[in-house]
């Protein structure tokens, strides 16, 4: 049950953010969860090998914005119904999905 909460938090984060941000595009809410559930697979899969790679480059917290900056583009190569303009904007977006995803995750 904590994942299907976990991959709803995401979603709302990410239409949320798709909504404040003006170089990201989500369609829907249905876009949205699915969004969260391939950023979920590439941040389990290519993020684990990359923190591995990269350990003790960056700090912990500025590197994995940065990685989920990165995974939001790889996202957006296979994804269809999302869109995001450049690699500013998908650091924005994954700044905000953290914001919300902390303060949601407090709440829940």
Do not use: C, E, P, R
């Amino acid at each position: 049950m904590g994942l299907i909460i976990s991959i709803l938090v995401n979603a709302v984060a990410f239409f949320v953010g798709a909504q404040i941000l003006k170089g990201v595009t989500i369609k829907n809410f249905a876009q949205a969860i699915i969004v969260a559930i391939v950023v979920a697979f590439l941040n389990f899969t290519l993020g684990t090998v990359l923190k591995v790679v990269s350990l003790g480059i960056l700090t912990l917290g500025l590197f994995t914005l940065l990685l989920d900056a990165i995974l939001i583009l790889v996202a957006d190569y296979f994804l269809k119904g999302l869109s995001v303009k450049s690699f500013w904007w998908a650091l924005g977006l994954a700044a905000i999905v953290a914001v919300v995803d902390a303060i949601l995750g407090q709440v829940l």
